[in-house]
């Protein structure tokens, strides 16, 4: 389906630009560390923030597509969890690298699953896309911010620890505010909304120039823990949602965009996370930059799958 390979590609082509610009002298790489934390704790969050206040979801499925993404999220979760010790066989050496796995695993691409479903269903499709935002950008920030406390640290944080590491998390205090400000039905000073619009615009292509000026290209020779969890995100992932999107009553373009979300690579988020809690960063790099690639065969399966191949332009 050209709609999500058209989306797919300026990803892949930031993070080329990402990748070259890092070999010249345009900026040290105390300015990319600069850049990496101005990402991380102002737009990411700004951007999290504003797309679910702006989410219109009083026509969407709420609970049965929402709890459909979430089992399918907390279901691929477990399974790595319960796995972890299979890791260390498949070339994922320590706790660092079993994070990244965790978070190629389960995180999803916002902006791709917004794209590819606007442009196949409209408002409705967009508002079911922030849906996604709503019901596991939360979780997902959960699970990975304490796996990273819990595997990346030299020493596993106390319980006090953890909660607190989660409560001051910038992506998860983003995506709460916002959904605190959208259920309130209270309306933003308009100047306001848009100039977080303008902030948050910066953090998807700052973090994927980010991924690519954190990529070695040798290490996107071919290995088995890459491929074990590239597969867990990119065919497990959408079976597991789309499953359980079937089994709660979910159909047509909701059940489409559940698919969707479940279907589209990592997001470059989890770069910037790996890179701020100790996670392996390089690791991170290229499960973001082997699930684009590959995504652009298998997402268009996913919604043709799902019954999207049909749905108007």
Known sequence: MIVAIESLLPSLLLIGLGSGLVRTAIMSREGWEGVERLNYYLLYPVLLFVSVVRAD????????????MALGVATVAALMIVSRRLWPRLGAADGPAFTSHLQGAIRYNTA??????????????????????????PLINVLCVSALATWASATPPRAAGLAKEIALNPLIIGTVAGA?????????????VETFDLVGRGALGLALLLVGAGLRLQALAPRVDVAASTALKLVLMPVAMTSYAIALGVEGAALAVV??????PTASSAYVLARRMGGDAELMATLIT?????AFATLPVAVWLAGGAGAPP
């Open 57 to 68: 979801l009083r026509s969407a499925p709420v609970f049965s597509a929402g709890a459909a």
């Open 112 to 137: 791709v699953a917004l794209a590819v479903s606007g442009a196949l269903f409209g408002a409705e499709g967009l508002a079911l896309a922030a849906l996604g935002a709503v019901a596991i950008v």
């Open 180 to 192: 605190l400000v959208n259920a309130s039905g209270l309306a933003l000073y308009k100047p306001l």
């Open 259 to 264: 698919a969707i979300t479940g279907a589209t």
């Open 290 to 294: 082997t699930q684009t690639i590959l």
